[in-house]
T-cell receptor, first 114, second 109 residues
Framework: EAQVTQNPRYLITVTGKKLTVTCSQNMNHEYMSWYRQDPGLGLRQIYYSMNVEVTDKGDVPEGYKVSRKEKRNFPLILESPSPNQTSLYFC?????????????FGPGTRLTVT | GEDVEQSLFLSVREGDSSVINCTYTDSSSTYLYWYKQEPGAGLQLLTYIFSNMDMKQDQRLTVLLNKKDKHLSLRIADTQTGDSAIYFCADAGKIDMRFGAGTRLTVKP
């Protein structure tokens, strides 16, 4: 089954404790992206990657890091989480050919930073 | 940056039509999308329209695009309780996708 998986689905952590949210897709997609969803603000892009070893900042990259060492994986790293990073996070992927930008979304990771 | 705007709430009665509106500012948008988010789930692509089209119909869904006014709408005919969800409008630029804040559709029996 074609899908985007994220782990963990729920995470409660404390300020300053490094964490990683994993994202994996099995569709051989070139493009992967991370978004955060906050009430009234919709989805805002954090980082995206056009292919392996190619990443770039989205609209709200501060406080986040990403890496793309393999095509299928695109982890999101919070080196020193702060309460304003409490949010719902979505990973997405798409092929850059054909229906460009038709993104497939993971189920989301709800992060709470206290 | 470029904006995508939509109203936050819409309430309709079961069996009525729902119309969700969206405006965008990026004239270079090539595709415009409607996504549906059900509670506790990720976003699911509902339909999309290419920027050189003005209408697309897909079963109960009709998408209208007014490129001159940069206005996009999604009409759901015969709205059912299962259509209750948050609907996101999105436009795709050269390398990124921008989302509206989402319209929460509530369908009353």
């Amino acid at each position: 089954e074609a899908q985007v998986t994220q782990n963990p689905r729920y995470l409660i952590t404390v300020t300053g404790k490094k964490l990683t949210v994993t994202c994996s897709q099995n569709m051989n997609h070139e493009y992967m992206s991370w978004y955060r969803q906050d009430p009234g603000l919709g989805l805002r892009q954090i980082y995206y990657s056009m292919n392996v070893e190619v990443t770039d900042k989205g609209d709200v990259p501060e406080g986040y890091k990403v890496s793309r060492k393999e095509k299928r994986n695109f982890p999101l790293i919070l080196e020193s989480p702060s309460p304003n990073q409490t949010s719902l996070y979505f990973c997405a992927s798409s092929s850059t050919s054909g229906r460009a930008y038709e993104q497939y979304f993971g189920p989301g990771t709800r992060l709470t930073v206290t | 940056g470029e904006d995508v705007e939509q109203s936050l709430f819409l309430s309709v009665r079961e069996g009525d039509s729902s119309v969700i509106n969206c405006t965008y500012t990026d004239s270079s948008s090539t595709y415009l999308y409607w996504y549906k988010q059900e509670p506790g789930a990720g976003l699911q692509l509902l339909t999309y329209i290419f920027s050189n089209m003005d209408m697309k119909q897909d079963q109960r869904l009709t998408v209208l695009l007014n490129k001159k006014d940069k206005h996009l709408s999604l009409r759901i005919a015969d709205t059912q309780t299962g259509d209750s969800a948050i609907y996101f409008c999105a436009d795709a630029g050269k390398i990124d996708m921008r989302f509206g804040a989402g319209t929460r559709l509530t369908v009353k029996p």
